[in-house]
C-alpha cells in the first residue's frame, strides 16, 4: 500500500523567515493534496497538483510536484503568525483515483514565533 | 468549493452509548466520505458514503461499529456505537464536488468517558 512521509515533523521558525515542508511517497502519485489544519479543527484545503513539474501559488504558499511525481514540497514565504497550524499531504494512488480515497502523511508542526 | 458543516462539534459520552453525527454540503457532491483523526495522528479513511446504497467501508471499520446513511446527494451521517474510550477522536467528513478538490467539514471532537 502506498504510504506518505513528511518532514520535518514539526518546525519553529521565527516571523519572517522561509521555511519549506516536505512530502515523500512510496508510490507515484495521482493527485497531491495539501491541507492545513489548526489543533482540534477540520481541515483548510489549500493546493492540489497532478502533473509531474507542476507548482501552484497562493499568497504566500507555494506547493511543487517533482516530475517523477513521488515528492512534493510546500514552501511558506514570509511566514506570519497565521501560518501556524499543522500540515498535512494527502495522496490518491492509482487505485483510488476515480474513487477519491485519500492517504495522509503524519502531519507536521508548524510553530511561528512573534 | 463546497461548505460543509457537521454537529455536534464536539461531545463527551459514556462508554457503551452511541452517538449520530451528521454532515451537510451546501451543494450536490458526488462524493462523501467520513475519516478518524485519533489523538496525535493523521486521518485514516472510515468508509466512503453511498447514496441510495451501503457505505463502502476500510479494512479494520465494520458497519456495526460505523453504520452510515447517505440519503441525498448533500447530507450524511455517521454512528459510532458501542463507545469505548479508544473510540476517542475528531471525526471528521469531506466530500469532492468533481474528481479533483476534496473538502473536508470542521470535525466532531468525541471524548468518551
Known amino acids: 500500500s502506498q504510504e506518505l512521509e513528511q518532514s520535518p515533523q514539526s518546525l519553529i521558525v521565527q516571523e519572517g523567515k522561509n521555511l519549506t515542508i516536505n512530502c515523500t511517497s512510496s508510490?507515484?502519485?495521482?493527485?497531491l493534496y495539501w491541507y492545513k489544519q489548526k489543533y482540534g479543527e477540520g481541515l483548510i484545503f489549500l493546493m492540489m497538483l497532478q502533473k509531474g513539474g507542476e507548482e501552484k501559488s497562493h499568497e504566500k504558499i507555494t506547493a511543487k510536484l517533482d516530475e517523477k511525481k513521488q515528492q512534493s514540497s510546500l514552501h511558506i514565504t514570509a511566514s506570519q503568525p497565521s501560518h501556524a497550524g499543522i500540515y498535512l499531504c494527502?495522496?490518491?494512488?492509482?487505485?483510488?483515483?476515480?474513487?477519491?480515497?485519500?492517504?495522509f502523511g503524519q502531519g507536521t508542526t508548524l510553530q511561528v514565533k512573534p | 468549493s463546497a461548505v460543509i458543516s457537521q454537529k455536534p462539534s464536539r461531545d463527551i459520552c459514556q462508554r457503551g452509548t452511541s452517538l449520530t453525527i451528521q454532515c451537510q454540503v451546501d451543494s450536490q457532491v458526488t462524493m462523501m466520505f467520513w475519516y478518524r483523526q485519533q489523538p496525535g495522528q493523521s486521518l485514516t479513511l472510515i468508509a466512503t458514503?453511498?447514496?441510495?446504497?451501503?457505505?463502502?467501508?476500510e479494512s479494520g471499520f465494520v458497519i456495526d461499529k460505523f453504520p452510515i446513511s447517505r440519503p441525498n446527494l448533500t447530507f450524511s451521517t455517521l454512528t459510532v456505537s458501542n463507545m469505548s474510550p479508544e473510540d476517542s477522536s475528531i471525526y471528521l467528513c469531506?466530500?469532492?464536488?468533481?474528481?479533483?478538490?476534496?473538502?473536508f467539514g470542521p470535525g466532531t471532537r468525541l471524548l468518551v468517558l
Open positions: 494527502g495522496a490518491a494512488d492509482k487505485g483510488s483515483s476515480n474513487t477519491g480515497k485519500l492517504i
Open positions: 469531506s466530500a469532492m464536488a468533481g474528481r479533483e478538490t476534496q473538502y
Open positions: 508510490k507515484t502519485l495521482y493527485g
Open positions: 458514503a453511498n447514496q441510495g446504497s451501503e457505505a463502502t467501508y
